[in-house]
């Protein structure tokens, strides 16, 4: 399985970082009355947005991990921790990163991951 390369960082920026519980439920709805709930599955995937400050060298970096390396996002990879609990998981991509540009050599890299069951 890939690994996260070793030249980016571990722990993403706090200000850029949101994560949301598994959405394990499904609702039916009723003819009458109030939706039926019940438990799907066990475990779901565990959404999760990242902001990294890279440099150019790190965003070249980041962008063969994830076209080459991930074959563009299909792969999932170990090597990054979770950041609130620091439990060794396993991500994958949802969406390709985005690059804002903030000054000379530095740039902001957008992630949208989810931790494997």
Known sequence: MPTWPGTLPTSPEGPGYSEVLPNTLIRTNMDAGPPKVRQKFTAGVRP???????????VATLDTFYVTTLKGGALSFD?????RTQAAVTFRFVEPPTYAYLGPDTWRAQTKMEILP
């Open 79 to 83: 090597g990054l921790a979770q950041p």
């Open 48 to 58: 999760f947005t990242m902001s990294w400050m890279l440099t150019k060298a790190q």
